[in-house]
């Protein structure tokens, strides 16, 4: 693919790109073009109901003609959406449908994206068939979408007003959560949530909460900054595991195993659910010093030793990683086989809008299929076949959760 203008690039190239095949739009894929045009506003917007995207929409139908008409000297509207060329392109596309004295018969070329809620927290949360962490991610359904951010956020300021009200002499955090209380958002707390299932540490959200603090400009002096992002990133990375926790319990599982087979100088090897074998290659390095009569030269190169601590802290976000991996393949191959144009960015699946509801049975039913596996357990024994002489611990414990729920979730994807 063209290193620039292709799919999982900026804004711009998602707004100039389409299928190369039409289709017509239907009546749901109307309704799904009006649901996308909504979700690439954003700005909260696509945290609402369908309902409430759909009526949104139906409110700025003037903004949505002259965005699509007049684009540069109109009031462009379209600019002050979160994703502001993807957001024209679909107003375009709308306006034209809206004009037709046919809209379901006109042809779109659009692709309609379908998001995933915190999709590595879904992964967990199917791992862990842990109900709550199931309700948080959308597994279930609900009237509109959980939005696992807002709920994090919601706990730290929860713990930060517990922490302002203790005597500032013997708790030494009660300034810091006094001056933070007010600035806890969910744009503060999201990377930190979104990476956290990846292997974010400690050293990585401080970074991302002081980021997040410094655009928000209130506080000036750089001590401060720094003190008040580690109080944060603590809060913000205990309010995940108070929440998170069967997430967490297999994350750790995870990373014990890893650890157990670095320690005998292997690296991790496991076998996807497709049956795509993969290895973690991390090394430590070495250096070899060459003196000349002119300087030292250090040169550095992989050593025959594995490196036991990135192995361990690699293995959780990898192993989920193949694991959405294989997901995105099932969706794509049964896409494929029911005459469905498919592509996908990670955790956002995209079709014609005419196809979506079909786009969204099959994901559905391929995730079900996925996590009826018995993937931890077949992880365990191939781990063990492969490595008899070494002990592994038990597999962590696991909820109820019924993964047929899934398929009836309205928000799971959306």
Request: with cysteine.
């Amino acid at each position: 693919m063209h290193p620039h203008l292709n799919h999982l690039s900026s804004d711009l190239c998602r707004g100039v790109l389409e299928f190369a095949e039409g289709r017509p739009l239907g009546k749901s894929g109307l309704r799904w073009l009006k649901i996308h045009l909504a979700n690439l506003y954003a700005g909260g917007v696509e945290k609402l109901s369908y309902e409430g995207r759909l009526a949104f929409v139906d409110n700025h139908i003037d903004d949505i003609f002259d965005s699509a008409t007049n684009p540069v000297n109109g009031n462009r509207w379209w600019l002050t959406a979160e994703d502001p060329l993807q957001c024209l392109a679909a107003c375009i596309n709308l306006s034209e449908a809206l004009n037709s004295p046919s809209p379901h018969t006109v042809i779109s070329h659009l692709p309609i994206h379908q998001d995933g809620s915190c999709n590595g927290l879904q992964h967990y949360a199917a791992l862990g068939r842990d109900s709550l962490e199931a309700a948080a991610v959308n597994l279930v359904d609900g009237d509109k979408p959980a939005d696992v951010y807002s709920e994090i956020a919601a706990r730290v300021h929860e713990i930060m007003k517990r922490d302002s009200n203790k005597d500032p002499t013997t708790s030494p955090n009660a300034l810091l959560a006094r001056i933070l209380v007010n600035q806890i958002d969910r744009k503060l707390v999201k990377q930190t949530v979104m990476t956290s299932v990846y292997g974010v540490t400690y050293v990585g959200a401080r970074e991302q909460i002081k980021k997040r603090l410094e655009e928000k400009g209130l506080i000036t002096d750089d001590r401060l900054l720094f003190t008040a992002a580690c109080y944060a990133a603590k809060v913000t990375l205990a309010a995940l595991g108070e929440i998170f926790q069967a997430a967490r319990g297999i994350m750790s599982w995870l990373g014990d195993c890893a650890k157990v087979i670095a320690s005998e100088n292997q690296p991790v090897r496991w076998t996807t659910p497709l049956g795509l074998p993969v290895v973690q290659p991390y090394c430590k390095s070495e250096r070899h010093l060459i003196r000349t009569s002119l300087q030292v030269l250090a040169l550095q190169r992989e050593s025959n030793s594995v490196d036991i601590r990135k192995q361990r802290t690699a293995f959780p976000p990898n192993f989920v990683h193949s694991l959405d991996g294989s997901h995105m393949m099932m969706t794509a191959l049964a896409c494929r086989d029911a005459g469905l144009r498919f592509a996908g960015v990670h955790d956002s699946f995209w079709t014609h809008p005419c196809d979506v509801d079909q786009m969204n049975k099959i994901l559905r039913e391929k995730f079900v299929e996925l996590y009826s596996m018995p993937i931890l357990e077949s992880l365990l024994e191939s781990f063990q076949a492969s490595y008899p002489a070494l002990t592994f611990p038990p597999l962590p414990e696991r909820g109820d959760f019924d993964l047929q729920q899934v398929l009836e979730s309205s928000y799971f994807f959306n």
